[in-house]
């Protein structure tokens, strides 16, 4: 499937809202209209954050039905058959983080594995998606970079990460999937980079089988991409990357004392910072397998109107459950488009989510205008109803 430039005659048709319930669909727009409110986020949010941390049923099922692709396998499969109903694709990630014991990270790499199997017989999942804290302990990523007590015990633990990473990304070599490495916290990216970088140079040669994810409220983030930019001549090799703005700002600036590098206090250097990535990797697509991952309108219309990029491969995302109708207009226009669907057990999923609802508590014209449609759902199915 080629990209192509957008018809306009969709009329925001909304068919990944026929999901929700009513009700379900309801709370979503007064949840959001609280979180993108000035005056009511964040009184909101520690509301959300309290009953989640008491693992509310109600508040859990919530947010397992919007944003979560399911508890399992199963569960994951029919929202993916159902997003390909709509021609859009599917990114699988299971998304559980912050654990730290051998047994869980050994569990993990099953589960991928699983993934890998399904995505090389399913063509409505082009990439699987791998958590650099579902391999391995945050603790032992963030001594490597240190260099702190790294000998014993943490020298054993980096191997068995090193080879969870290897057999993950071997194992996706012979299947043809290919793997999207996910971003982290600045204390620990160098050390996940080192490791996607080194395994690009081995595991790239014929098709991109690694995608390396990088955040644009970084200010690095440019000399990253200039880094494997380099990386992809020298070694003649197939190099992914995938572009975000970035889900952790706000626990860096919370951890002055971990965080690694300069960021952008600014939402709108960001969206600049972003919109120069889309022109650096337009400008070498040839050296680049790209992955552009937002929700912002003006972005997707910088991509979409890239001469560069015209009949090139490239993908479009956005998450489960957050600007539906972005996906269904870019899939409407023949625009390879994404869904990055996490699955996971509920009760160890509970970090990914407060992070999704961090996100989502932002004042900006994506949600607010994202809502209106989802009044304007509301209405009809009201007036339909009361015939």
């Known amino acids: 499937m080629t990209n192509k ?13 026929s999901r929700y ?24 949010l520690m509301i959300i954050r309290f009953f989640l941390s008491k693992n509310n049923k109600f508040f859990v099922g919530f947010l397992n039905g919007v944003y979560f692709g399911g508890e399992n396998i199963g569960e994951v499969k029919n929202n993916v058959d159902f997003l390909s109903k709509n021609n859009i694709y599917s990114v699988l990630d299971y998304a559980i983080e912050g654990e730290n014991d051998e047994v869980f990270f050994d569990n993990a790499i099953e589960s991928t594995l699983k993934l890998i199997d399904i995505a090389s017989k399913e063509k409505n999942i082009p990439y699987v998606v791998i958590k650099p804290t579902s391999l391995g302990s945050l603790h032992v990523y963030e001594n490597k970079i240190k260099n702190i007590n790294f000998s014993g015990e943490n020298v054993n633990y980096w191997i068995r990460i090193l080879e969870r990473y290897n057999k993950i990304f071997s194992y996706a ?3 043809s999937v290919r ?23 081995k595991y790239n040669k014929t098709f991109p089988v690694i995608t390396l994810t990088i955040q644009s409220y970084k200010k690095e983030s440019i000399e990253i991409l200039k880094l494997i930019h380099n990386l992809a001549i020298d070694n003649n090799i197939k190099v992914g ?61 910088i991509i979409l109107n890239k001469n560069e990029l015209k009949n090139r491969s490239f993908w479009v995302g956005q998450l489960y ?3 539906d109708d972005i996906s269904s207009k870019l899939a409407f226009n023949g625009v390879k488009t994404c869904k990055y669907l996490p699955y996971g057990p509920i009760d160890k999923s509970l970090p990914y989510l407060l992070r999704r609802i961090n996100e989502n508590a932002v004042a900006t014209d994506t949600f607010i205008k994202e809502n209106k449609i989802i009044a304007k759902e509301i209405i009809l199915r009201l007036k339909s109803k009361l015939g």
């Open 5 to 17: 430039k957008v018809n306009n005659s969709f009329k925001d048709k909304s068919l990944l809202y």
């Open 241 to 301: 990357v995938k572009i975000v703005r970035g889900a952790y700002l706000e626990e860096e600036v919370n951890n002055k004392e971990r965080a690694i590098g300069t960021f952008f206090s600014k939402k709108e250097d960001t969206d600049l910072n972003y919109n120069f990535l889309i022109d650096y990797i337009s400008r070498e697509i040839d050296c680049f397998y790209p992955f552009f991952a937002t929700h912002n309108e003006k972005s997707i219309s």
């Open 173 to 175: 070599e012979l299947k």
């Open 179 to 201: 793997v999207m490495i996910d971003a982290e916290q600045s204390w620990i990216q160098a050390a996940v980079d080192k490791i996607a970088i080194d395994s690009m140079i």
């Open 321 to 323: 459950g957050i600007r």
């Open 21 to 44: 319930s009513i009700s379900t669909l309801s709370l979503k727009f007064f949840v959001t209209l609280l979180l993108t409110n000035k005056i009511t986020r964040n009184i909101s």
